[in-house]
């Protein structure tokens, strides 16, 4: 009977450390595709602009000053073939280009609210530090 109770026991944390192993590795592919994606400097930055409006290649230029045209031609490229935003011609004189998510874009509004939200955090605590550590060096 003992005996029995350890089997079932240890065939039970066997499993349950067999799952918590493949529940990583699950996690683990989840997270990689996902940075995958949302790799870089200016991919954010972009979907965060995007989240405002549908926006033609100058309006996002403006919305994020420090990107060159050829940086921020190449992640529109990027963020249109992995799906997050679509890319619409408008036949008029000249010829107009509008950006605008996609409903797979807009299901990062989330991770982008919580992102947002710990950048604020971290960049709070980084700056009680420097103020630590400058009345430290005073």
């Known amino acids: 009977m003992v005996i029995s109770y350890l089997r079932v026991t240890l065939n039970k ?3 349950e450390k067999s799952n918590r192993k493949e529940a990583c590795l699950v996690k683990l592919r989840a997270s990689r595709d996902a940075l995958e994606v949302i790799q870089g400097k200016w991919r954010i930055p972009i ?4 989240t405002y409006g549908n926006k033609r290649f100058g309006e996002i ?3 994020i000053e420090d990107i060159s045209p050829k940086m921020l031609s190449q992640e529109l490229k990027e963020l249109e073939m992995n799906k997050l935003i679509s890319r619409t011609l408008y036949d008029s004189m ?4 509008e950006y605008a998510l996609t ?4 299901s990062m509004n989330r991770l982008l609210e919580e992102l947002l ?3 604020i955090h971290f960049r709070g605590e980084m700056t ?3 103020v630590k550590l400058s009345e430290v060096s005073a």
């Open 13 to 15: 944390k066997i499993m």
């Open 103 to 106: 409903p797979l874009g807009q």
């Open 128 to 130: 009680r530090k420097e």
């Open 61 to 63: 230029r403006k919305d």
């Open 94 to 97: 000249p010829v107009t280009v």
């Open 117 to 119: 939200a710990w950048g």
């Open 47 to 50: 979907i965060v602009s995007l």
